[in-house]
């Protein structure tokens, strides 16, 4: 998948979410998300979370490439 289908699916992720969340409360989209970037689909990501309901992070693997 590229970046941008990854963008793209976080923001609908994101616009889908109607109420606010606990910190510790994650919907079934928000977990999906976290699954695709620690499968084999983006190799090049080693972890990813959700740090808050709005915050997601993804740890990549340094391989010299553009990341924009």
């Not at 090049?44 to 391989?63: E, L, P, Y």
Request: proline share 3%; glycine share 2%; aromatic share 12%.
């Amino acid at each position: 998948m590229s970046s941008f289908k990854y963008l793209l699916l976080f923001l609908l992720c994101a616009l889908s979410i109607s109420s606010p969340l606990l910190a510790t409360e994650y919907s079934d989209q928000h977990k999906k998300l976290v699954q695709i970037f620690q499968s084999n689909e983006e190799p090049t990501a080693k972890d990813a979370v959700w740090t808050s309901q709005w915050t997601f992070k993804v740890g990549v693997i340094n391989d010299g490439s553009n990341r924009l």
